[in-house]
């Protein structure tokens, strides 16, 4: 058994990284986890470079606000949908054997496996950056909500949250992070109102605890992309 010191905990990441130069198993990140900080403080280093991508409507998913915990706000989650199923934006990473950490984050969320075994797929995949999408067999790793519950007035739409998300596309340009806001759904919550404060000053899981975030930038960025929205923020 190798032990978990410094010296080892390197020489272990150096075997896991040349026997896993073609990785099998990716998580497919939409919201906070897009954020490098926030991923890695999950994945520690045991996950992979990620890819910016786009995943096509044909998967049949919507990236929507849900309350999946009515105490701790809404998130974003992914709803399977027969209809209006849109285009989405987000990350592709390797992860090696570490699927209980994320699913330890995900908790309220089901993880569901999509096996990615044929050309046709692949195609369904879209790479951002110069990066390609895997050109062999690979399986992507998402989690979804099966009952979706809109925000209402004790569950919002958590600025905080949204920060860590947007700061995470931002890695990947303003183009992206648009992407996301107009790619969301359920901005307008129970009674066709919107339920959003602006809770910047609350304390946060340590997860989200992501530090030098450009909150002129992100207001500017949002109030452009979705004023319709952003109008009904209100202050915590």
């Known amino acids: 058994m190798v032990k978990t010191n410094k010296k080892n905990i390197k020489y272990k990441n150096k075997t896991i990284k040349k026997k896993y130069t073609k990785p099998k198993n990716f998580i497919f990140g939409y919201g906070s986890i897009i954020c490098s900080k926030s991923r890695i403080y999950t994945g520690k280093s045991y996950v992979g470079k990620p890819i910016p991508v786009e995943l096509s409507k044909k998967f049949g998913y919507v990236r929507v606000w849900d309350c999946k915990k009515t105490d701790r706000g809404a998130f974003l989650s992914l709803k399977k949908t027969k209809a209006n199923s849109k285009n989405i934006n987000g990350i592709l990473f390797p992860i090696f054997n570490n699927i209980k950490s994320f699913d330890k984050r995900e908790k309220g969320y089901k993880r569901i496996k999509i096996k990615i075994n044929t050309s046709q797929k692949r195609k369904l995949i879209k790479s951002l950056n110069e990066k390609s999408i895997p050109n062999y067999d690979f399986n992507i790793y998402m989690y979804i909500i099966d009952n979706h519950v809109l925000p209402h007035k004790n569950c919002y739409i958590s600025q905080r949250y949204l920060d860590i998300a947007l700061s995470g596309c931002l890695e990947y340009g303003i183009d992206f992070a648009k992407k996301l806001l107009k790619t969301t759904l359920s901005w307008k919550g129970k009674h066709n109102k919107v339920h959003w404060k602006n809770d910047r ?30 109008k009904y923020r209100t202050k915590t």
Do not use: A
């Not at 946060?204 to 450009?214: L, Q, S």
């Open 201 to 230: 000053n609350q304390k946060t899981n340590r997860k989200y605890n992501v530090k030098n975030i450009n909150h002129i930038l992100i207001d500017n960025l949002i109030q452009e992309t979705i004023p319709q929205y952003f």
